[in-house]
């Protein structure tokens, strides 16, 4: 799975702007994480078309980078994310983002951005 990082102004109307874009591209946003701090306002998302979506952004001025991130799937119960971020963590994998995807069925799904998917992977 594919997450696009994008800057965007800290300014009001600016998450409108980006759904528009996508929206009139015909791209889903499937999940999505935004936060503001000093100024700056970052968006991470998942888009049912992810190269189309980042071409989209660029081609409207936004700046955006990729990332190939890991889904994984936790019980959904107290302390199933820490034990797993515990886990990742001692064998020196850095979890650099977070996207929850979804629960169901007792099962959440994370997408996770690490610095190093393939030892993430033989981990989970």
Do not use: F, W
Not at 24 to 38: F, K, L, M, P, R
Not at 73 to 78: A, E
């Amino acid at each position: 799975m594919i997450q696009i990082d994008i800057d965007v102004p800290d300014r009001p109307g600016e998450l409108a702007k980006l759904a528009a874009v996508l929206g009139t591209a015909g791209i889903n946003i499937d999940a999505i994480s935004a936060e503001s701090v000093g100024g700056r306002s970052y968006v991470s998302l998942i888009a049912n078309q992810p190269v189309q979506a980042r071409e989209a952004l660029v081609k409207h001025g936004y700046t955006c980078s990729t990332r190939t991130v890991l889904v994984v799937r936790l019980d959904d119960r107290p302390g199933a994310l820490a034990a797993l971020a515990q886990k990742l963590g001692d064998a020196g994998v850095d979890v650099v983002s977070a996207i929850h995807l979804g629960t169901v069925g007792g099962h959440a799904q994370l997408a996770l951005g690490v610095d190093n998917l393939e030892k993430a992977r033989s981990l989970v």
